[in-house]
């Protein structure tokens, strides 16, 4: 499924710098203001994952039954650091 993500490109609105666009990929609306965020990607049978701040540097791709099963698990905050 990761070579699905691999077609993705740039945007041709996109500067020679490195503050550019990628087509396809969608920074979570719950990422904070100091670029500790991740960015959702959609092809037709995958979800992908992957840090904003090294987007070489992999990517988690889950089916979509996957990434639903992930989501309800994060609602349910089963994902919780435990209080000590």
């Not at 490109?9 to 609306?29: A, P």
């Not at 990422?31 to 540097?57: F, H, I, M, Q, Y």
């Amino acid at each position: 499924m990761n070579e699905d993500f691999a077609g993705w490109r740039k945007s041709s609105y996109s500067g020679t710098q490195s503050s550019c666009v990628e087509v396809g990929w969608r920074k979570s609306s719950h990422s904070g203001p100091n670029n500790n965020c991740v960015e959702v990607g959609l092809v037709a049978d995958a979800v992908g994952v992957r840090d904003t701040k090294d987007r070489d540097g992999g990517l988690l791709s889950l089916d979509h039954h996957q990434w639903h099963t992930f989501l309800a698990a994060i609602r349910s905050d089963r994902f919780d650091a435990p209080k000590f």
